[in-house]
């Protein structure tokens, strides 16, 4: 774990884990609370791609001003 949260391996691993099991996933606990918890991770990692494609597009217009002086 990093920073307290579960990384996404770990995550991964987890889910796999559960899907391999007997039963029904909808009725155990620990398999929705594991699926709720890939689905927070996922919203954290979708916003922190939307900040670094919003940083590359500044960076690439920083870039693109220094052209004409190279």
Same mark, same amino acid.
């Given at each position: 774990?990093?920073?307290?949260?579960?990384?996404?391996?770990?995550?991964?691993? &987890?889910? =796999?884990?559960?899907?391999?099991? $007997?039963?029904?996933?909808?009725? %155990?606990?620990?398999? @929705?609370? #594991?699926?709720? +918890?890939? &689905?927070? =991770?996922?919203?954290?990692?979708? $916003?922190?791609?939307?900040?670094? %494609?919003?940083?590359? @597009?500044? #960076?690439?217009? +920083?870039?693109?001003?220094?052209?004409?002086?190279?």
């Amino acid at each position: 774990m990093r920073n307290g949260c579960p990384c996404l391996k770990e995550i991964e691993d &987890k889910i =796999l884990e559960v899907l391999s099991g $007997e039963g029904n996933i909808l009725e %155990d606990a620990k398999a @929705i609370n #594991i699926l709720g +918890a890939a &689905k927070v =991770l996922g919203n954290e990692i979708a $916003e922190k791609q939307k900040i670094a %494609d919003e940083t590359e @597009i500044k #960076i690439n217009i +920083a870039r693109n001003g220094y052209k004409p002086v190279a």
